[in-house]
């Protein structure tokens, strides 16, 4: 099985990253599953699941925003069209 997300991208972030979603809230990533898309959230103390591209975006640790749609490894190809 490939990794859906780009690992190396990810990694190349500076870390600890943090979950924006459309409603607002925000959550400290506890760690991303490149092979699902799915990642682990810390609310309210405790770990939640949920999917990558539910966030709308992530911030970086330098304060920089990303699109989750960057996080995919077939981001380039379909961008390079």
């Known amino acids: 099985m490939s990794d859906l997300l780009n690992l190396d991208y990810i990694n190349s972030l500076p870390h600890p990253l943090t979950a924006e979603y459309y409603?607002?809230?925000?959550?400290?990533?506890?760690?991303?599953?490149?092979?699902?898309?799915?990642?682990?959230?810390?609310?309210?103390?405790?770990?939640?699941?949920?999917?990558?591209?539910d966030a709308k975006c992530f911030v970086d640790d330098a304060g920089e925003n990303h699109d989750p749609d960057t996080f995919f490894s077939d981001y380039e190809l379909e961008n390079a069209k």
């Open 23 to 53: 409603d607002g809230s925000t959550f400290d990533v506890h760690d991303i599953d490149v092979e699902t898309g799915l990642m682990r959230v810390f609310v309210s103390g405790l770990l939640q699941v949920s999917d990558v591209i």
